[in-house]
Structure formats: C-alpha cells, structure tokens
T-cell receptor
Framework: DTGVSQDPRHKITKRGQNVTFRCDPISEHNRLYWYRQTLGQGPEFLTYFQNEAQLEKSRLLSDRFSAERPKGSFSTLEIQRTEQGDSAMYLC??????????????FGQGTRLTVV | AQSVAQPEDQVNVAEGNPLTVKCTYSVSGNPYLFWYVQYPNRGLQFLLKYITGDNLVKGSYGFEAEFNKSQTSFHLKKPSALVSDSALYFCAVRGPYNFNKFYFGSGTKLNVKP
C-alpha cells in the first residue's frame, strides 16, 4: 500500500453514462497526477495539479474529461458521455514538494473502467 | 520531446540467474530516470531512481540500475532472479525541462521460471 487510495477500484458503465473517480493522495504531497493505462501499454499522462491548480492537461483529455482538486487535497476525474474507447485503468499518483523535482511519484491501485 | 524506449516486450529468465531489463531514453540534458514495477491489477510501485551521482543506483527488492549517459540507457538489473519478480516493469523519465509529468515506456514483462 503506497498511501494513495482510489475509489472505486472497478467501474462498469453503459456507453453514454457519466462516471466520476476519486483519488486521495498522500496527505503531505502537493503534486497530483492522473494517468490512463490501456492493456499492453505504459501509463499515459492525462493531467497534473500542484495544490489546487491544474497546471497541465494532455491533449488526450478531451472536453468530456474534467478533473478537479478542490482545496488541494483529494481529486476527482469525471468522464461525461462515456465511450467504449474510454475503457482503461485510470491511475492517480502523488509526489512531494515545491522543489521536489527529483522525487518519485507514488501510485494508487487504479480504477478499472469498463464501458459496455 | 522526452521519450523512453523499452525494446523488449518480454524477458524470460530462470530463477537464480541474473536478469536485465533494458531502457533507453531520448532527452537532451540531464533527466531524472525511474523504474517502477506493476503486479496484475495493481498500481505501479517505485523501485529506484537516478538523479545524479553514482551511475549504479540500488533500489528495493535487490534491484539496481546502471545509468549510462553516452548510451542514454538506464538498464534494470538483479544478480539473482526470483519467481516472485515476475511482473511488468516500466522505465520512466522526468524533466529536465518539464517536471510536471513522468513519461513511461511501454513496459517489459519479466517471466522468471523456477
């Protein structure tokens, strides 16, 4: 257990429905990342927060995706009008510090989304 | 743009033998390099990192990695493989110009046979 928790662990949804995932990072970590991983691939960057500010978004993050981190603590990732291509493992990670450029990220166990 | 390549989709090794999982990176400057391991249906676990200093870095579970700047490589090694080392291994790079994200390779599946 890395200390990063994600909820739910698994989600099955019908195409067109909205889903929301939650991530609770390690409490003292001010940096938070969302990644997406499909079978046989490495994690792909989606978005990054420093405290409550969303500082970078990947072009992979279409208008149907939105992420928030109110108060710089937990984060949510919402996917609207889900499509079958959204089926993947969604990973959240956190890391430490303003000057912590050389620090590793700690990953949660992921939320596996299946769109049917 | 930063990128990481893991040229082998799969590595097979017998228990007790040394193992190497290869990683090369394509970044100008001095990036930070990381290795992670992923067990089935789990998130990624940090193994080790190279920031600066000694080219041989030691990490968790007896793993080590050798940074080679001239070959832009960061290969993961272990002197004696265990069956329990069987998992998916990812190399990642961060920086040196954008520290907002980690770039991951496509992963290498390590199979250690008894």
């Amino acid at each position: 257990d890395t200390g990063v928790s994600q909820d739910p662990r698994h989600k099955i949804t019908k195409r067109g429905q909205n889903v929301t995932f939650r991530c609770d990072p390690i409490s003292e970590h001010n940096r938070l990342y969302w990644y997406r991983q499909t079978l046989g691939q490495g994690p792909e960057f989606l978005t990054y927060f420093q405290n409550e500010a969303q500082l970078e978004k990947s072009r992979l993050l279409s208008d149907r995706f939105s992420a928030e981190r109110p108060k710089g603590s937990f984060s949510t990732l919402e996917i609207q009008r889900t499509e079958q291509g959204d089926s993947a493992m969604y990973l959240c990670a956190s890391s430490l510090g303003q000057a912590g450029r050389n620090t590793e990220a700690f990953f949660g166990q992921g939320t596996r989304l299946t769109v049917v | 743009a930063q990128s990481v390549a893991q040229p082998e989709d799969q590595v097979n090794v017998a228990e007790g033998n040394p193992l190497t999982v290869k990683c090369t990176y394509s970044v100008s400057g001095n990036p930070y390099l990381f290795w992670y391991v992923q067990y089935p249906n789990r998130g990624l676990q940090f193994l080790l990192k190279y920031i600066t200093g000694d080219n041989l870095v030691k990490g968790s579970y007896g793993f080590e990695a050798e940074f080679n700047k001239s070959q832009t490589s960061f290969h993961l090694k272990k002197p004696s493989a265990l069956v329990s080392d069987s998992a998916l291994y990812f190399c990642a790079v961060r920086g040196p110009y954008n520290f907002n994200k980690f770039y991951f390779g496509s992963g290498t599946k390590l199979n250690v046979k008894p």
